[in-house]
């Protein structure tokens, strides 16, 4: 399963603390887990039911701009030290919410864009989250 995002809030939970991104665009989340069915060449019988991707994570990726210097330093803490968080996201257009608890980040959120215009403030984030950590919320009123 894939789910994108274009125009989301994210709070970010660390030790207790939350912080909250305004600006997150271009989020995709990923679940591998998925249902399969084996079935006999004959074709007889229902076939087997089984389950692939269960030992996998959820990932999530996102571009937050204009990320704060404090935060950005912050996840580069949680980085080198392979810190667990916790991360809530609201779609902005249905309202409906994802929660990614005890999150690891994968990459090192260290600037990657040197420049000009609006590329220039993107930081790129991703995430990984065991499946008994992510949750979903439909549309909220």
Do not use: W
């Not at 060449?41 to 996998?56: D, W």
């Not at 994570?57 to 667990?84: C, H, N, W």
């Not at 991360?87 to 980040?105: C, F, G, P, V």
Request: a negative charge.
């Amino acid at each position: 399963m894939s789910i994108t995002i274009e125009n989301a809030t994210v709070t970010v939970t660390f030790n207790g603390v939350n912080y909250h991104h305004e600006y997150v665009t271009n989020i995709a989340i990923v679940d591998p887990r998925q249902n399969e069915l084996a079935v006999s060449p004959q074709g007889h019988g229902k076939g087997i039911a089984y389950r692939t991707g269960t030992t996998s994570s959820i990932t999530a990726d996102m571009v937050v701009r204009g990320m704060q210097p404090e935060l950005l330093s912050l996840y580069e803490k949680a980085f080198k030290a392979q810190t667990r968080f916790d991360l809530m996201i609201l779609d902005a257009s249905t309202n409906e919410r994802y929660d990614l608890n005890d999150s690891l980040l994968c990459n090192n959120p260290v600037i990657q864009t040197i420049g000009t215009g609006e590329a220039a403030l993107d930081q790129p984030l991703k995430l990984s989250t065991p499946p008994n950590g992510f949750s979903y919320q439909g549309p909220t009123a």
